[in-house]
């Protein structure tokens, strides 16, 4: 801008320059013109009042030797050249035709302007008649004029010049005075700067769109905070790309997912975070403008992916992937077909049993003395039978809360000592001693349902006494931390693998599949524990060693925690 102002200001002064000094030549040459005219004028008057009667060609000589810009002509009345100082009169035409000549004879005085072809340049004549009649011409060229204003060109061009560089060391002062209040203007604030009046209206316009500029930055900041809150907290995955294949958003499921932080993966390729050939297949078709989904497995994670491709003007301008964990979802699809396996094994042996003893008494193939045990086991075949329904039914109510809670305060010294006469009075396992650990002072209590608390604790114990050893002990041990009840059942027996303790609380699960086999039961046990828990606010603990035994702890929240 102050280059372009410095420019347009030596340019106007150039110009004004330019325009004077041909205004100044002009009106020079106008009033040179009229000084050369008038001095011939009175010339031409001189010359007549001293022109002597005879000898009149020797004053004229010495007359134009005075004065060498000027030329005399001297004509007769009828037109002939009788002198010249500038050539032979007796070669020139005759002039009677002539302008000046011819307003001379006539009024006395007369004069023209003309090129001459004698002298080859535009001259100025003027005539005068005298009194016997002939007429005195004098001359004078433009030439004298042009060596005027030539003399004086050198002197115009130097004052030409010093003008100009005047004009230029004023226009970078001006410039610097007029861009200086510009440069310093407060953008953050147009409307408190004093500067030219002429730019009032631009001043209020950017305030104007100072302030329009602020309310578009806080709703973009506003919706991009939204747009934030709500990817940042979604459980799914979410994915931004453009068209070749770069992140350009990326919430924290994601990252999480993916194993990358935010400042890590935005600029990257996708398949540089992960190279996957379930993702690169999806990237691929949604580039090709095709939604695509397929499953994606990290570690002990499933994940489902969507991929939608992004249109603008019937064009693929980007993808949004969706990742969604179904690990919970897959797990109790896995789940239930191993349930749905497990109750048809367990239901298809006893009935197995019960259906092969009946046919062979039905068929007489058994001895009268043996009829009797034949029917005892399908009578115990059928009591497994109904037992392991119970069980399915009593879990599957669990599971969907549909058992109505009347919960009370309940002593669990007392479930404690309900679940060991139950046992023994079962006559189970006489070769395991049982025994109740209670603290002096202590007595947990919390609020639940006695029968249920009674089912959690038997199912503890009876698996205890079915696992132990021969001599072997179980402990009920009840004590209270803080504002929790617990309850633990320790036993000596054959304690459980390392890689199958994360599973015994699954339905049907058996840690010890040959084991199990040998010994009564169908796997609910502990999956009916952990729903009860649960039920109560509980968590559950598990500590065992192969070989050394095991030692579940249940944590309820106490309805009368110690002050």
């Known amino acids: 801008m102050r280059k372009r102002i410095i420019k347009n200001f030596c340019l106007m002064a150039l110009i004004t320059i330019l325009l004077t000094g041909c205004l100044f ?21 001189f010359i007549a009042m001293g022109l002597p009667d005879s000898d009149r060609e020797d004053y004229l000589i010495r007359t134009g030797r005075v004065d060498p810009s000027t030329r005399v002509t001297l004509i007769a009345a009828d037109g002939t050249v009788l002198f010249d100082d500038r050539a032979p009169a007796g070669e020139m035409t005759n002039h009677l035709d002539r302008e000046e000549v011819a307003g001379a004879l006539k009024f006395g005085a007369g004069q023209a302007k003309r090129f001459s072809d004698t002298i080859k340049n535009e001259t100025y004549y003027y005539a005068l008649r005298l009194e016997d009649g002939s007429v005195l011409r004098v001359a004078s060229t433009q030439d004298s004029v042009f060596s005027t204003l030539f003399s004086v060109l050198p002197w115009l061009i130097l004052v030409a010049a010093g003008v100009f560089l005047l004009a230029v060391f004023i226009a970078r002062r001006q410039t610097v005075r007029i861009v200086v209040p510009i440069n310093n203007i407060d953008i953050e604030n147009p409307l408190s700067n004093q500067v030219y009046d002429e730019l009032a209206p631009l001043l209020q316009r950017l305030e104007e769109q100072r302030v329009q500029i602020r309310k578009q930055i806080s709703l973009l900041g506003q919706k991009q905070k939204e747009f934030d809150a709500i990817t940042e907290n979604m459980r799914e995955g979410l994915v931004l790309l453009n068209d070749n294949g770069r992140i350009l958003s990326i919430n924290q499921s994601a990252c999480r997912i993916f194993g990358i932080s935010a400042h890590q993966a935005l600029g990257c390729h996708m398949l540089a975070v992960d190279r996957s050939e379930a993702l690169q297949d999806i990237y691929n078709q949604a580039i090709d403008g095709l939604a695509a989904g397929d499953m994606l497995t990290k570690g002990a994670c499933y994940y489902q992916l969507q991929a939608s491709p992004v249109f603008e003007h019937n064009a693929v301008k980007g993808v949004v992937i969706l990742v969604f964990n179904i690990t919970e979802r897959y797990q109790a699809e896995r789940q239930r077909r191993e349930f749905t396996a497990n109750v048809s094994h367990e239901l298809k042996t ?11 008494i039905l068929n007489g193939l058994v001895k009268a003395e043996d009829v009797r045990p034949f029917i005892q086991r399908i009578y115990d075949e059928s009591n ?30 007392k479930v404690a000592e309900a679940v060991k006469r139950r046992l023994e009075a079962m006559g189970e396992k006489p070769r395991v001693q049982m025994k109740i650990e209670l603290p002096k002072g202590a007595n947990p209590v919390i609020s639940g349902e006695p029968v249920l608390l ?8 009876d698996n205890a006494i079915k696992y132990n050893k021969e001599g072997g002990q179980v402990t009920i041990r009840l004590w209270e931390e803080g504002s929790q009840s617990l309850l633990s059942v320790t036993d000596t027996g054959i304690g459980i693998p390392e890689e199958s303790q994360s599973r015994v609380f699954e339905r049907f699960y058996r840690a010890d599949q040959s084991h199990s086999r040998r010994e009564e039961g169908n796997g609910l046990g502990l999956a009916i524990v952990k729903q009860i828990a649960q039920r109560h606010g509980g968590t559950i603990r598990l500590e ?5 035994g095991t030692k579940i702890t249940v944590s309820f929240p106490s309805l009368y925690p110690p002050m």
């Open 25 to 45: 030549c002009g009106v020079m040459y106008l009033e040179i013109t009229q000084q050369m005219e008038q001095q011939v004028k009175n010339e031409a008057n």
């Open 350 to 360: 006893p009935l197995t049993s019960i259906r092969g003893y009946g046919e062979l």
């Open 384 to 413: 497994r039978l109904i037992a392991m329904v119970e069980n399915i039914l009593e879990l599957s109510r669990l599971e969907e809360q549909a058992v109505e809670q009347t919960f009370q305060p309940v002593e669990l010294a």
């Open 454 to 461: 009674e089912d959690l604790l038997y199912n503890l114990c």
């Open 544 to 548: 065992s060693r192969e070989g050394m």
